[in-house]
């Protein structure tokens, strides 16, 4: 190994940080190169020195009451309210159904939304035959809103039929 | 314990690392006022992700990772904000030659020079000083340091190399009655 290649691997080879292969052959070029040896010398001199400074200086600490208040911060409590507030980490456990009625609302109104705006500048809608007669009156004014929920377990379909003021006007399996 | 809603555990689990964590950020960001803010974030944040600990990894470690992170992150937008560290460098004692004269050492002496080696970590780029603080100060391997920092093997072995070698040089240029007394 040349002095080159050595003096690339020595700040590794002075923490103890290359392979076993590598470090043989570092070893044995330092062992017998009197100027590689001081170089490494004086790197884990220098690595001496700074971990000395590091473990001798003074580092900050919290206060008592610093420490104290951050806890309470952390842990979302306010002194005196142990229980009853609900931390910060704390997860709500959604049930699976209720993610999927909320997806299959959201993909209803998404659905309906396009229906009604394609069909406003054309004639008014005729309701379907399974939908009330006064909701066929809203429909015509298009003052009719639905929401579709579909089961992903079962399938089953419903939707329900609101008017302009999202009063409840009926519903369709 | 404190993820089955036992908030009180959280203190007793995070105790052992008060010191540790907030000396960590010290010596990322060299400055009071930041250290406390990066480990005090830390710790909310360690807080809210403690569902997300594998806890086959070492807490320390992992406190460290979410330190470094915050303290990196505090940097970026402090280097955008301003160009502040530059200017750290160009104010730091190290940066000018003469800043720790030869003489007799007294004890404050002493206390200045190893505060004035330890500013020398500011020759660093942030990721050569996260490497260094890490590998050599805090004694992490290669390995746990590259999880801790989210890089591999190869890039902290890069930057320790890179980083040993800017301070050797630093130490050379700065102190050099320290080189003579060798």
């Known amino acids: 190994m040349t002095c080159r290649k050595v003096r690339k691997l020595m700040p590794l080879f002075a923490g103890d940080d290359l392979g076993p292969r590598r470090t043989r052959a570092v070893r044995s070029h330092v062992d017998a190169c009197p100027a590689c040896r001081s170089e490494l010398e004086e790197l884990r001199e220098a690595l001496a020195r700074i971990k000395a400074a590091a473990k001798e200086e003074d580092v900050p600490d919290w206060s008592e009451s610093e420490w104290k208040a951050l806890m309470v911060r952390a842990t979302g409590e306010t ?4 229980k009853g507030k609900r931390s910060a980490g704390a997860r709500v456990a959604w049930p699976g159904w209720a993610a999927a009625s909320a997806a299959g609302v959201l ?6 939304s396009v229906l009604y705006r394609g069909s406003m500048p054309g004639p008014a809608r005729t309701a379907s035959p399974a939908v009330p007669p006064e909701l066929a009156e809203a429909g015509r004014a298009q003052d009719v809103v639905s929401l579709t929920m579909v089961s992903p377990e079962t399938g089953l379909q419903i939707v329900w039929f609101l008017d302009k003021n999202f009063d409840y006007k009926g519903e369709q399996e | 314990m404190v993820l089955a809603g036992r ?4 203190e007793p689990l995070v105790s052992p ?3 540790p964590l907030l000396a960590l950020a010290w010596r990322l960001t060299r400055n009071a006022e930041d250290a406390r803010e990066v ?3 830390a710790l909310l944040r360690a807080f809210r ?3 997300g600990y594998d806890a086959s990894r070492s807490f320390r470690n992992w406190l460290f990772q979410i330190a470094a992170n915050e303290a990196r992150d505090r940097y970026r937008k402090r280097a955008r904000e301003t160009a502040a560290f530059g200017d750290v460098v160009e104010r730091s004692p190290c940066a000018t030659t003469g800043s720790a004269a030869p003489g007799p050492e007294t004890e404050r002496d002493r206390q200045e020079i190893r505060s004035d080696i330890l500013r020398s970590l500011a020759v660093l780029s942030p990721r050569e000083r996260e490497v260094l603080v890490l590998r050599d100060l805090e004694e992490l391997d290669v390995a746990e340091t590259a999880r801790t920092l989210g890089c591999s093997n190869l890039s902290v072995r890069v930057h320790l190399s890179a980083a040993r070698r ?3 040089e630093a130490l050379r240029r700065d102190f050099p009655h320290l080189e003579e007394g060798r």
């Open chain 1, 107 to 112: 993909i209803g109104f998404v659905i309906l």
């Open chain 2, 7 to 10: 908030t009180d555990a959280f």
């Open chain 2, 166 to 168: 800017k301070l050797r």
């Open chain 1, 79 to 82: 002194p005196g309210s142990r």
């Open chain 2, 49 to 51: 992700s403690l569902a």
């Open chain 2, 39 to 41: 480990a005090q974030e």
């Open chain 2, 17 to 19: 690392y008060r010191r």
